[in-house]
């Protein structure tokens, strides 16, 4: 089973930073991951699939890179509501994988 | 606007049997895959199952494989996870979702499960 390694656990960051973090597949994926965000008491909301597609309706300050075994999602000028846990998940082959998670503070 | 909705959770017994169901509206669940995702309050989420759109194909997580069978049926157009064999560790909010990316990627708000003596 692929395993899904993303880091950092937690981090701290201000309003208007640039926030980047990374998940790392244990083996090669191809571009067949997607980034969700995820806020307390609600259900996670897809940013990113396909390593690098930005979902329709989400600010163009998340992106996406990367592709085989390492991935990046990096948020530009973090806002307010960007304050929230996110993750990681390889939709290559089953069983799936789910990250385990980074949540942004402030 | 699109909706999933799950029901079925509950407190259960070790070694209990739950069956959680999973309807949609605004969408035709019948064209959609279905995956079934776990959370343990204050924890990251876990993918459980999936069941292919024609019903045809299920995948398990190796923490569920032989306790937990995901099917569907078409006709009511109605996911189902049956779970057996209940451990404490199942302890968890369970969601029904599409992950469809561009095509549909929607969530329900879940049903909780409590396995408990």
């Known amino acids: 089973a692929i395993q899904m390694t993303q880091f950092p656990s937690s981090l701290s960051a201000s309003v208007g930073d640039r926030v980047t973090i990374t998940c790392r597949a244990s083996q090669g994926i191809g571009k067949d991951l997607s980034w969700y965000q995820q806020k307390p008491g609600q259900a996670p909301k897809l940013l990113i699939y396909s390593a690098t597609n930005l979902q329709s309706g989400v600010p163009s300050r998340f992106s996406g890179s990367g592709s085989g075994t390492d991935f990046t999602l990096t948020i530009n000028s973090l806002q307010p509501e960007d304050f929230a846990s996110y993750y990681c998940?390889?939709?290559?082959?089953?069983?799936?994988?789910f990250g385990q998670g980074t949540k942004v503070e402030i | 606007e699109v909706q999933l909705l799950e029901s079925g959770g509950t407190v259960v017994q070790p070694g209990g049997s739950l069956r959680l169901s999973c309807s949609a509206s605004?969408?035709?669940?019948?064209?959609?895959?279905v995956t079934w995702v776990r959370q343990v309050p204050g924890k990251g989420l876990e993918w459980v199952s999936s069941i292919s759109g024609n019903g045809n194909f299920m995948y398990y997580a190796d923490s569920v494989k032989g306790r937990f069978s995901i099917s569907r049926d078409q006709s009511t157009a109605t996911g189902y996870l049956q779970m057996t064999n209940l451990r404490v560790d199942d302890t968890a909010l369970y969601r029904c979702?599409?992950?469809?990316?561009?095509?549909?990627?929607?969530w329900g708000q879940g049903t909780p499960v409590t396995v408990s003596s």
């Open positions: 979702a599409t992950l469809a990316g561009a095509w549909g990627d929607h």
């Open positions: 998940f390889q939709d290559h082959n089953y069983p799936r994988a």
């Open positions: 605004g969408i035709n669940l019948r064209f959609f895959a």
